[in-house]
């Protein structure tokens, strides 16, 4: 706030704002805080914040306030922040200043990360303040949440101030208000008698007679609006007088407002009304416009005097606005409908083009067709930028303004459509009865289907979209159908569904790039579920080989080719693509894929053997999914994290993380999370060496003819080989082996798998020289980008061990495998496979310590996440960027990096991370 603001009256609130001052030295003292102040309408939350701010001098305050009329504006409430950063520092970061159409919220977070680490200067931390939440828009709720997720090593105050959240039925809301255990709440009730003493002294000319305040306290139970409309309108002598046992003050707060209208000069009620018809903060000279007032500043002075309105006198334009929502209510309601009328025809030639909209459908008083077709086509206008609630709401405007009942039948089911687009139903859900009672068609059926979809009923959902797919037949509808009917399909794992619908849905036309880009994904997904990840590889040759060679319109494809050659086995192309996909998001592309894609991070890092990035990776791709009501979209990264805690044997960990996929597929049952769950307890179990285990985790993923998931073909049947083996069941095992020589590529890192069960299965069948072949002729293959470490290490182990037990003549070389697999599982920090392979050291006359090749770097996960982001070339900002921090996390992790290895360098840290690897 500005030092200029001119600001009521306020008392009291001590123990708040000491509460909101512990949280602001603790920021003080290095590192973050987010504080949450809840009350019911006109409690005071807005002036306790604006009280409590003018005591952050040493501070540098962003403050935005959310509007009841902008909810539909994506991003809104990011913006306000961004340019209380000034212009300078906003213009480094364009996407927080003007987000594109479709982007996503952790990478605007991501934006806002890096804009508050340059804010934060020694002593001068930053602090975000956000005003009436309950109406921000979803995106920019949901961007706050990641950013508080990934506020590390940052000396940031957030403080929040909302209404009771049962007033709200926005999930990422609840889930921003509790994104901290640590966060302070303060639940905002009435003031208490000792304040309410103090503001009526402060109010009322004279002495209080005794027991006035306690009359007081109890009338309005400390209500501050309520109180300062009490002390403002009734005579002084009228409240010090005992024997009025009733003020003249009605009992609605609202009727008490009018009456203090009552009280004022007309021109400074006119100023009100005109500023209750704007409903935003504007400049003096534009309320004293529609006003019609030739001195607005000398009407301004008896409303600030009542308390009703607020003015910044040092701000460019001199901007006012009443001081709170229910006195606009209360001016608003009692406005004649010809006065009415009058502002908001007048309100549409002084705002801008899109604010006039609402003025001029506000202004209209029957049907009018001309206005209806200006609303619906600026609607799909801005669906056309993929702005799709806004487009909604001009559409319902549209809708109400129709006299035709087609006109308004098919407005108000666009407009349904629009609003479910943006995946949040609340919007539309209400207008149900209303679209039910349209004629039927396949408009109709799309937005029946797509309401059903969302709200769990999948199969009236398919059998609505289907309808509507066929009787559209081409168009966008056809199209829309179609996209949302090859979502269920595939998210039952239907593939050869999913390729039909998905063929016939691009054969329809009306999709825009992304949108066709996006089809062609769940094309290709549904060819690698029916027929595997190879086969779909056809349906992407539109590609250019490098990834870095693909258009933005194409990042969704992109992301599915680096999933297919994740589950083929091809983890440098998996790697580029899906790297490629991340940076392109993170720069604005907005990749409806994106998300997913470092979810598949983590799994592509986990099997390179890169451990640390890939929790970090995994880290990243929970914040998201968190912040984007996303959950599906974090099973592969939880299995990935899985992998990791069970490779090192922290087995508490894992099991935890496996209990939490567990509530995913009980939420939400298909496919992928039951694969990724299943896998991830067969991959625990495969660390423990429990065969049994591994087969019983294995079993959700089986039918009579083996793994019956096609994209995840490969990896099953390795992990159920290794059961079978160990189970004695070998010729079952040879069996599922055959499929997999079949199935995989012999480029990839599954080679080394390959080549280790097919000499287990030859040693279980006592053909000892088999397997010393099968295993001398795949180690004899160098190590390249397409090795996995762990599993390279485990074929050395396998083959050290066969050769230890053959006798003393194999005595050495047995000791070079094991002492190489020995080193590559340190290295990977990969405990319990390290144990075993010792223990085998020990037959062979090695001890451990003579084939540890250097001492575990001693750094916590997220030193070693930005250890290794450093090492691998990145500055300090694309660093911050790339792990969505902010620059100061990352300048302070270094610093702690550097402390703890005794080095001063970047060449230094790339030297220390390579012996590792070495």
Request: include cysteine; charge should be negative.
């Amino acid at each position: 706030m500005t030092s200029g603001e001119a600001t009521p009256l306020f008392v009291g609130r001590a123990g708040e704002t000491e509460r909101l001052r512990a949280c602001a030295d603790e920021v003080r003292a290095g590192g973050s805080r987010l504080a949450v102040v809840e009350g019911e309408a006109g409690i005071g939350k807005s002036a306790l914040l604006r009280s409590f701010s003018s005591t952050l001098g040493d501070f540098t305050v962003l403050w935005a306030t959310a509007d009841a009329s902008e909810t539909d504006f994506p991003y809104g409430v990011i913006g306000q922040l961004t340019r209380r950063a000034g212009r300078d520092v906003a213009l480094r970061f364009p996407l927080l200043s003007e987000p594109a159409a479709g982007s996503t919220p952790h990478v605007i977070g991501g934006q806002l990360l890096l804009l508050l680490g340059e804010l934060q200067q020694p002593g001068r931390p930053v602090a975000v303040i956000v005003d009436d939440l309950q109406w921000a828009d979803r995106a920019s709720t949901q961007t706050l949440g990641f950013v508080l997720r990934r506020l590390w090593s940052d000396s940031v105050l957030t403080i929040l101030a909302t209404r009771p959240a049962a007033e709200s039925a926005d999930e990422s809301l609840d889930r921003l208000l509790h994104s901290s255990d640590q966060a302070t709440r303060i639940d905002l009730g009435g003031l208490g008698q000792d304040d309410v003493a103090r503001l009526a002294a402060a109010m009322i000319d004279g002495p209080l007679t005794p027991g006035l305040s306690d009359r007081l306290r109890d009338y309005t139970r400390g209500h501050p609006l309520h109180l300062r409309t009490v002390l403002t309108e009734v005579p002084a002598d009228v409240l010090r007088d005992d024997a009025v046992r009733r003020w003249p003050v009605p009992r609605s707060l609202l009727v008490a407002i009018n009456a203090q209208l009552d009280r004022l000069p007309a021109e400074s009620r006119e100023l009100l009304e005109a500023l209750a018809v704007l409903d935003a903060r504007v400049p003096l000279s534009t309320a004293g416009r529609l006003a019609d007032l030739p001195d607005p500043a000398h009407a301004l002075g008896p409303a600030l005097a009542a308390g009703l309105a607020v003015w910044w006198p040092n701000e460019p334009q001199s901007p006012v606005a009443l001081v709170h929502t229910l006195q606009r209510d209360a001016i608003y309601d009692a406005l004649s409908p010809e006065r009415r009328r009058t502002l908001h025809a007048g309100a549409a030639g002084l705002v801008g083009t899109a604010a006039s909209w609402s003025h001029r459908v506000a202004a209209a008083t029957t049907t009018d067709e001309g206005l209806a077709a200006e609303l619906e086509q600026a609607g799909m206008r801005e669906a056309a930028a993929g702005r799709n609630a806004i487009a909604a709401t001009r559409l319902r405007w549209a809708s109400a303004l129709s006299p035709g009942r087609d006109d308004r039948e098919r407005r108000l089911l666009t407009s349904c459509a629009q609003s479910l687009l943006t995946l949040r139903a609340d919007g539309a859900l209400p207008l149900r009865p209303q679209v039910e009672d349209c004629a039927p068609g396949p408009l109709r059926s799309c937005v029946l289907g797509i309401m059903d979809m969302m709200t769990g009923r999948i199969p009236t959902a398919e059998e609505h979209l289907n309808e509507a797919w066929r009787e559209a037949g081409t168009g966008w509808v056809a199209a829309l159908a179609g996209l949302f009917l090859a979502q269920i399909t595939i998210a039952s794992g239907r593939g050869a569904d999913t390729v039909e619908i998905a063929r016939r849905t691009l054969a329809a036309g009306d999709l825009d790039p992304a949108t066709t880009d996006l089809t062609r994904a769940l094309l290709a997904t549904g060819r690698m579920w029916h027929l595997g990840p190879r086969a779909a590889l056809g349906d992407l040759t539109h590609l250019p080989v490098e990834s870095y060679d693909v258009r933005d319109d194409n990042l969704d494809t992109l992301a599915t080719r680096g999933v297919m050659r994740l589950f083929l086995g091809r983890l440098p192309g998996a790697r580029a693509d899906l790297r490629t996909v991340a940076l392109r998001d993170q720069q604005g592309a907005s990749s409806r894929l994106g998300p997913a894609t470092l979810a598949l991070q983590s799994v592509v890092h986990y099997l390179a053997g890169e451990w640390a990035e890939s929790e970090s990776a995994a880290d990243r791709a929970r914040a998201v999914a968190a912040s984007q009501d996303q959950l599906a979209f974090d099973a592969a990264g939880r299995f990935a994290a899985v992998c990791v805690d069970a490779g090192r044997g922290e087995w508490e960990r894992a099991q935890g993380r496996l209990d939490e996929l567990s509530r995913i597929v009980q939420t939400f049952g298909s496919p992928p999370d039951i694969v990724y769950s299943s896998l991830a307890a067969a991959t625990v179990a495969q660390a423990r060496a429990d065969s049994g285990a591994i087969h019983r985790s294995l079993q959700p993923l089986l039918d009579e003819s083996g793994p019956r998931f096609r994209p995840f073909r490969l990896w099953q049947q390795s992990l159920l080989v290794e059961a079978l083996t160990g189970e004695g069941q070998i010729d079952a095992a040879d069996a599922v082996l055959s499929d997999l020589r079949a199935g995989h590529d012999p480029g990839g890192y599954l080679r080394d798998v390959v080549a280790r069960l097919a000499g287990q299965v030859a040693e279980a069948r006592n053909r000892p020289r088999d397997a010393v072949e099968i295993y001398r002729s795949a180690l004899a293959v160098e190590v390249d980008a397409d090795t996995a470490p762990l599993y390279r290490a485990m074929l050395e182990h396998a083959y050290g061990k066969l050769l230890l037990a053959t006798g003393s003549a194999s005595r050495r070389a047995a000791a070079t495998w094991l002492t190489r697999a020995h080193r590559r599982f340190s290295t990977l920090r990969a405990v319990p496979f390290q144990q075993r392979c010792e223990q085998d050291l020990t037959v062979a006359g090695l001890t451990a310590a003579e084939s540890d090749p250097a001492r575990p770097l001693t750094l916590t996960e997220r030193e070693l996440s930005v250890a290794h982001v450093i090492a691998n070339g990145r500055t300090n900002q694309e660093a911050a960027a790339e792990l969505y921090v902010s620059q100061k996390t990352v300048e302070y992790h270094l610093s702690r990096i550097y402390a703890k290895l005794g080095i001063s360098s970047r060449r230094r840290l790339a030297d220390a991370l390579r012996a590792q690897d070495a």
